[in-house]
């Protein structure tokens, strides 16, 4: 069977071993099963939903429209994705569509032949099922009048969480081209705070705790915004609560981003010994232990720390197993908060690691490849990554192309303006570059050339 890998792969049991023994369907950025029904199967994949997952919010669904909990099962759902049943009952594909906003025929489904239609009822018999069905409604309203709109709870169910994480999607984009601000962070705090205002509704178990995981990536991508502008006063607290409310989510990959995002800041302000133990937590994290690309970030995030806290032998030792679990990561780019993190980003903290352990041919060579495998819509990666070949290229006093490389930053992040990390580094590289270049005239030529671009706007 094929082994499951990313951060919620649900488990495939016995039974659905026997049962779908032909399969491999994309869920969760892992391997489940190939299916028949590939529309719903997308569905899932984009929307981050386990059949479990999808069954209970089919249930809720159908309880909402219906005033009953639905019945469906995950097997229900395995032989939607199978093609075993081509068209779900009514209540069923009611619930479905509800929650998908997409129509049954879109997800795939294929309605059964029209029978041929029954005689039409004689007028009598209308007239007599219209005056039962009027009494029987009197009566039961008078013995069960509805309570006041305002006693009744609000429902809060699976299509809320779906728009909320589509709103985390978009922010968590935004920042991969811009880079983090401040008004990111500002935005992020208000998804959280929104997603825990709706645990004051009704809502089931499954729903809240997806609520409390939403929050903490909100809040941990506020933190994020923050620690890449450059304002770290903040970001802690921030970082405190994200890790709280995975608690209460019960969600360790939320937890896993947490401890991730504490290493990076730790280093950004020179606490080495605390960014290794951030990021040897990362490690111990469930997901980490399960997921070969968690463990791989953790290891690299490790290997970062050691590196600057002057331990040039375990820093390439983590950096090799943090190349080791890659290569046994899904290469499918998966959908949650670790999409940024794949053989461009290992390459990325590969450059880090080398230059910071003098290594700069290495360090020049890793960034190039971290460049080339880049996706296009990561410019503040490609940007922070280019400062980086810069500094590597500075260290091997090759001054005319460094100075070069070094001026494309600008040209990357054009129309915006540089994140604070990315700005601190240019002032690592200006730094170096006064202490390292033959002629006070090649620094002097640099600062004036790019000072209006460098300088917070």
Avoid at 86 to 95: I, K, L, S, T, V
Avoid at 169 to 180: I, K, N, S
Avoid at 245 to 264: C, I, K, P, V, Y
Wanted: positive net charge; proline residues 5%.
């Amino acid at each position: 069977m094929t082994k499951l890998v990313g951060p919620a792969a649900p488990v495939l049991t016995n039974w659905y071993a026997l049962y779908l023994p032909w399969v491999p369907c994309a869920l969760y950025g892992g391997v489940v099963a190939e299916t028949r029904n590939a529309a719903l199967a997308a569905w899932m994949t984009d929307h981050q939903m386990s059949p479990e997952e999808l069954a209970g919010a089919v249930n809720d669904a159908v309880g909402d429209l219906t005033g009953r909990v639905g019945s469906t099962s995950e097997r229900t759902v395995f032989r939607w994705l199978a093609g075993e049943v081509r068209w779900p009952q009514e209540r069923q594909r009611r619930g479905l569509e509800a929650v998908t906003g997409l129509g049954a025929t879109c997800l795939g489904f294929v309605p059964r032949r029209k029978s041929p239609p029954a005689p039409a009822p004689s007028e009598d018999d209308v007239l007599r099922r219209q005056l039962l069905g009027a009494a029987a409604g009197t009566a039961v309203a008078a013995l069960s009048p509805a309570p006041p709109a305002a006693a009744r709870p609000q429902r809060v169910g699976t299509c809320d969480v779906i728009r909320l994480r589509e709103d985390v999607g978009r922010l968590v984009a935004l920042g991969a081209d811009r880079g983090g601000h401040g008004t990111l962070a500002r935005d992020a705090l208000a998804g959280a705070a929104e997603a825990l205002g709706l645990q004051g509704k009704s809502a089931t178990q499954r729903v809240r705790q997806r609520l409390y995981a939403l929050a903490a990536e909100f809040t941990a991508t506020a933190a994020w915004a923050l620690i890449d502008a450059g304002l770290l006063d903040d970001a802690d607290q921030h970082l405190d609560r994200a890790l709280a409310l995975a608690g209460l989510a019960q969600d360790t990959e939320m937890a896993m981003q947490s401890w991730n995002l504490r290493a990076m800041l730790a280093r950004q302000r020179k606490r080495y010994p605390e960014a290794v133990a951030a990021a040897q937590a990362a490690q111990t994290t469930t997901v980490a232990r399960h997921s070969p690309l968690h463990a791989s970030l953790a290891h690299a995030r490790t290997a970062v720390g050691l590196a600057h806290s002057g331990d040039r032998r375990a820093a390439l030792r983590c950096l090799g197993r943090a190349e080791d679990a890659m290569s046994k990561a899904d290469p499918a780019r998966p959908r949650s908060w670790i999409a940024f993190y794949g053989p461009a980003e290992l390459y990325s903290l590969t450059a880090i690691v080398r230059d910071v352990v003098g290594d700069w041919a290495e360090a020049e060579a890793a960034a190039h490849r971290a460049l080339a495998a880049l996706p296009a819509s990561y410019r503040r990666n490609r940007a922070h990554t280019t400062a980086r070949l810069a500094l590597a290229q500075l260290h091997q006093d090759d001054f005319e192309q460094a100075c070069a490389t070094s001026g494309s930053v600008f040209t990357i992040m054009d129309g915006v303006s540089l994140p604070g990390r990315a700005r601190q580094l240019l002032g690592d590289f200006q730094r170096d570059l006064i202490a390292r270049a033959p002629s006070a005239h090649i620094a002097h030529a640099w600062m004036d050339r790019y000072r209006s671009e460098w300088s917070p706007s």
